[in-house]
Nanobody, 120 residues
């Protein structure tokens, strides 16, 4: 199996920054796209950012200009650098990765979620 372990969430003031990390481990042959999603109170799950294996990125509207996604394929790690945070960014953030396992299966995995709270 594969596990995604997230870290970096917490409480920050408006205008501050956080960096979320997600490390994949287990029976991994390779990881294709990796991304971050979030769910704010009372809202649907929202795409924040996706980064593909060769480094191309897509951002949700809420993240453009403020957040940066990056990855290190050798470390099976993806980061989300969040700057200029707003109270509206308060949400549970989830790491997602499409993993090709050593047995050849490609499966989408999700992290457990990490809470980000931005105070006004």
């Amino acid at each position: 199996q594969v596990q995604l372990v997230e870290s970096g969430g917490g409480l920050v003031q408006t205008g501050g920054s956080l960096r979320l990390s997600c490390v994949a481990s287990g029976s991994i042959r390779s990881i294709n796209d990796m991304g971050w999603y979030r769910r704010a109170p009372g809202k649907q799950l929202e795409l924040v950012a996706v980064i593909f294996i060769r480094g191309a990125t897509n951002y949700g509207d809420s993240a453009k200009g403020r957040f940066t996604i990056s990855r290190d394929n050798a470390k099976n790690t993806v980061w989300l650098q969040m700057d200029s945070l707003k109270p509206e960014d308060t949400a549970e953030y989830y790491c997602n990765a499409y993993v090709t396992q050593t047995d050849g299966q490609t499966i989408a995995y999700w992290g457990q979620g990490t809470q980000v709270n931005v105070s006004s």
